[in-house]
């Protein structure tokens, strides 16, 4: 017997401004990761996990920093370009989570995207001129928003 | 008798790069103001004001929001081009100063900039869901190191 | 007898997202530019005008370059908020034009903002190593779309 | 007999700004790649490979695009950090080149990153409301003068 758990999956508009676009007329792709990390965020808003600055008073989350990503580009976007962003979470780890990423513009896969992410709280000693962060369990809470 | 003071000007040196370059082929503009909030951050340094998580404690202070700014944009810059930042503070006022900046290509003049900004101060009741900050008067130990 | 044109107005929202804010929790002023822009353009394709790719070859006009720019920020924002930039042109000379913007969150007034832009085309010489450009008349198929 | 081949490795000097970190007082992670992207022309500059403009008259390469990035965060970093960025390519294959960089702070790895990049010339039909690349057989001027 199977037990399967569908994960939920969350769509971000996102249009493609002339700024984003470098001389070559394509997107530059850092931008690309400034709009999977707003991807990132709407899709804990969507699920209806509250903002970082409540959860850091509730469970001690102030955010889900990146360890790991891993992109590939496979068609170029430009601007009047609107495009899709699908996000869900692909696995949960003890520690971390895979967040997984498609960019499509209609059928057309622009870019898709597997990152590791963990839930961070403030690291002991952190302060202003030191600041440090520690991953912490996956909290139960946030987990069943996002199945 | 006329007493003047010479307020110190100190210069920051900036790249362009190519993702700096919009597809008209010329730094994209807000670039621009990137790079004269850095050498606004770099003038405090060099100057020999501490970092702005010291003067939180030292003296309230956390930064120097902008209130107005007022750019004219002279010839355009390319990737490849190495900019002079030369900036100084043009005037003291009781709660504000105006910082000047003169962005240069060898001769060439760029861009320059006045901006108003202000010595902040987190305001009574600012916390992480209602960020909010109130001006402050211009610290001496601030000023002395600037002119 | 006063005969008054009423120059069209766009609205354009924006969403703030976390990594648009500084260590301060508030919106990293540059970033106003970045939304500014995307308005300006939203404004000429909301008014009708072609993609400037298409004005290049019927009128020559490859894009609205930033002449001088005058911004007074006056409230605060935060990632979560979503803004309505309001943009119209406010007024029409020989071969420059004015654009004001402002940015509000509901009734709070965040920014406002006055351009001075221009009609731009390649400049004689201009070319990948040199790029160059130079203001044109305000094209009357442009302005009469706009108003 | 073992032949190898060692290819140059390039330094790329960034500093970290106030506005390139985020309310967790961090550095945003969308600006890691743009200084990657920075490093990755300034390795080209630096073993003599003309700009792309010009190459793009003399061998049709219009720049070096990315396909493919993994990056690695390892410690954070915050503003005033100085980042050393070591930049070389670990691997060249028929149309492609793999770039490898360390960001180190000091003797701190701060991020890794393997990129597959190609060399990039214009498709045919490509054009501005249709822009588009493809990828060209690896230089050899190019790869002598990375070696």
Redesign the interface.
């Known amino acids: 017997m199977i037990t399967q758990t569908m994960n939920k999956t969350i769509t971000f508009t996102q249009?493609v401004?002339?700024?984003d676009?470098?001389?070559?007329?394509?997107v530059?792709?850092?931008?690309f990761?400034?709009w999977i990390?707003?991807a990132s965020?709407h899709f804990f808003?969507q699920c209806g996990v509250p903002?970082?600055?409540?959860t850091?008073k509730t469970l001690g989350v102030?955010?889900t920093?990146?360890?790991?990503?891993?992109?590939?580009?496979v068609k170029?976007a430009?601007?009047?370009d609107v495009l899709q962003i699908h996000t869900h979470i692909a696995e949960w780890r003890a520690k971390s989570f895979v967040m997984r990423y498609r960019i499509m513009r209609g059928d057309d896969l622009i870019m898709e995207c597997d990152e590791v992410r963990i839930f961070?709280a403030h690291r002991e000693g952190d302060?202003?001129?030191q600041?440090?962060?520690r991953a912490v369990a996956i909290p139960s809470e946030i987990r069943s928003l996002c199945e």
Do not use: K, M
């Open positions: 249009q401004e002339f700024g676009c470098d001389p070559a007329r394509i530059w792709f850092p931008n990761f400034r990390d707003a965020r808003v903002p970082w600055h409540e850091e102030i955010g920093p990146l360890v790991d990503t891993h992109a590939r580009f170029t430009s601007y009047g961070a302060n202003a001129s600041p440090g962060i």
